[in-house]
T-cell receptor
Framework: IAGITQAPTSQILAAGRRMTLRCTQD?????MYWYRQDLGLGLRLIHY???????GKGEVPDGYSVSRANTDDFPLTLASAVPSQTSVYFC??????????????FGPGTRLTVL | AQKITQTQPGMFVQEKEAVTLDCTYD???????LFWYKQPSSGEMIFLIY??????QNATEGRYSLNFQKARKSANLVISASQLGDSAMYFC????????????????FGAGTRLAVHP
């Protein structure tokens, strides 16, 4: 593994179903993030984690939950999917060891369709 | 109010010419950071360039430079000598405040500009 991996690559889901999007990074970054990307809106932060064991809400957290049991993994769960959660989901990570920029590194994304 | 505004939904440029992608931002913080990311059609997000609010010189990274005008709150991306591979979506993003310990950065993204480079 090099960088950030996300699974699945894409998924079609029936409304009301539970779904977990997986994210794993091997860079030992402290901070991780989940974004959704929608046309005309750019990327919006769903949830974030400063470090293992802590999580926080972003701009659009409703309907989503996250956990951070260890440094490498940051799964995003949709407890009961709704069509408005159709989007492309990106996981990202950053670390202060990258320098003062602390730029975020992104995974390849998961395309989710809720019918 | 929009924190990051990218007013150009789409841009066209001829190969080998320079192009400027606009980005304006809104913050009351004195310390902040500005980022540009590229998203090709394959979908991944690629970090291009960073400008800190206290940086006195405009950031440059190869063919990319950031035209930072603090008083105007603008951080335009300039791509020199455009190549066909530059065709992509470009996102401007801002971190308000200083980087937090542990590297946590809360970024606010603009809606993006789609750049098409023509041969």
């Amino acid at each position: 593994i090099a960088g950030i991996t996300q699974a699945p690559t894409s998924q079609i889901l029936a409304a009301g179903r539970r779904m977990t999007l997986r994210c794993t990074q091997d860079m030992r970054h402290n901070a991780m993030y989940w974004y959704r990307q929608d046309l005309g809106l750019g990327l919006r932060l769903i949830h974030y984690s400063n470090t293992a064991g802590t999580t926080g809400k972003g701009e659009v957290p409703d309907g989503y939950s996250v956990s951070r049991a260890n440094t490498d993994d940051f799964p995003l769960t949709l407890a009961s999917a709704v069509p408005s959660q159709t989007s492309v989901y990106f996981c990202a990570s950053s670390d202060s060891r990258g320098g003062v920029n602390n730029e975020q590194f992104f995974g390849p994304g998961t395309r989710l369709t809720v019918l | 109010a929009q924190k990051i505004t990218q007013t150009q939904p789409g841009m066209f440029v001829q190969e080998k010419e320079a192009v400027t992608l606009d980005c304006t931002y809104d913050t009351s913080d004195q310390s902040y950071g500005l980022f540009w990311y590229k998203q090709p059609s394959s979908g991944e997000m690629i970090f291009l360039i960073y400008q800190g609010s206290y940086d006195e010189q405009n950031a440059t990274e190869g063919r990319y430079s950031l035209n930072f005008q603090k008083a105007r709150k603008s951080a335009n991306l300039v791509i020199s000598a455009s190549q066909l591979g530059d065709s992509a979506m470009y996102f401007c993003a801002m971190r308000e405040g200083r980087p937090l310990s542990g590297g946590y950065n809360k970024l606010i993204f603009g809606a993006g500009t789609r750049l098409a480079v023509h041969p």
